[in-house]
């Protein structure tokens, strides 16, 4: 991952380069956006207690960026669930102005329509972003601990093949800036339900004197190589928000008031 731009900074995946013609994917950082601390400055999340005007410039903004009409900011509920939804033609849009007009009761949103902006809200939950280069197709994945441990990532790559007939094959995957191993300390009981809903061919939970800490990201590509991706289709920021919460936002860093960035997902 890579910066592209700044003001409002962007971020992009080399994964993803080659086809700039008919994808545009990436994330957002916390700076160029006019929200005011906590949420300072570049926050794209109605549900975090910022003021709604400031947001929804903020997505403009991104918006502007991305050369697309702001009614094409199209976002989920987020519920920390695992279910998937193709996004219809009449939902582009929904969301952009009001969180109660999301897409309800899902942390994936998956498309196969031209000038729809996909967009999840991050503030240390891991960010997937999947693009099916041979169906021009892509999805964005909410992934937090209770997500990964239900299985989101492979449930989601499963839905694009029912929903579009991807194969996991032609899928490239993004897992993007989130809390890493250093920063993600957890107790008993979340490490045993993050083990338990997959076979994990490596340790993703470490058990050491300093506490209990797992790797989201590793699970996650777990998650995608074993629903059939290859390795090389993916590509890991490997960049812990909660380090860095100087660039994204970070909901432990900041004791969980603070704003989100966002991935995002655009077919052209
Ligand atoms: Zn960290």
Not at 140 to 161: C, E
Not at 222 to 236: C, F, R, T
């Amino acid at each position: 991952m890579y910066k592209s731009s700044e003001y409002p900074f962007l971020y992009h995946f080399s994964l993803f380069d080659s086809f700039s013609a008919s994808l545009s994917a990436g994330v957002t950082g916390r700076k160029g956006g006019i929200s005011n601390a906590p949420y300072d400055s570049f926050n794209t999340a109605l549900h975090c207690g910022d003021e709604t005007e400031a947001v929804i410039e903020n997505r403009k903004r991104l918006c502007e960026a991305l050369h697309i009409d702001f009614s094409a900011y199209t976002c989920s509920e987020q519920i920390h669930g695992s279910e998937s939804a193709a996004v219809a033609e009449s939902q582009k849009g929904a969301g952009c102005r009001d969180y109660g007009s999301t897409i309800k009761g899902t942390d994936a949103l998956m498309t196969d329509r031209k000038g729809i902006l996909l967009n999840i809200h991050l503030a240390d939950c891991v960010p997937l972003i999947f693009y099916d280069w041979k169906k021009q197709t892509g999805a964005l994945v909410h992934a937090g601990w209770k997500g990964t441990a239900a299985g989101i990532a492979g449930k989601t790559v499963r839905a694009m093949r029912e929903a579009f007939g991807s194969s996991p094959e032609s899928i490239l995957a993004a897992i993007g800036p989130s809390i890493g191993p250093c920063c993600f300390e957890i107790g008993s009981d979340t490490a045993d339900k993050i083990e338990s809903g997959f076979n994990y061919s490596t340790d993703v939970i470490s058990r050491e004197e300093n506490g209990i800490h797992a790797d989201l990201w590793k699970a996650n590509e777990e998650q995608l190589l074993e629903a059939g991706l290859k390795q090389h289709n993916i590509e890991s920021a490997g960049i812990c928000t909660s380090c860095h919460n100087d660039e994204f936002y970070s909901y432990r860093a900041e004791g969980g008031l603070t704003g989100r960035f966002s991935a995002y997902l655009l077919l052209k």
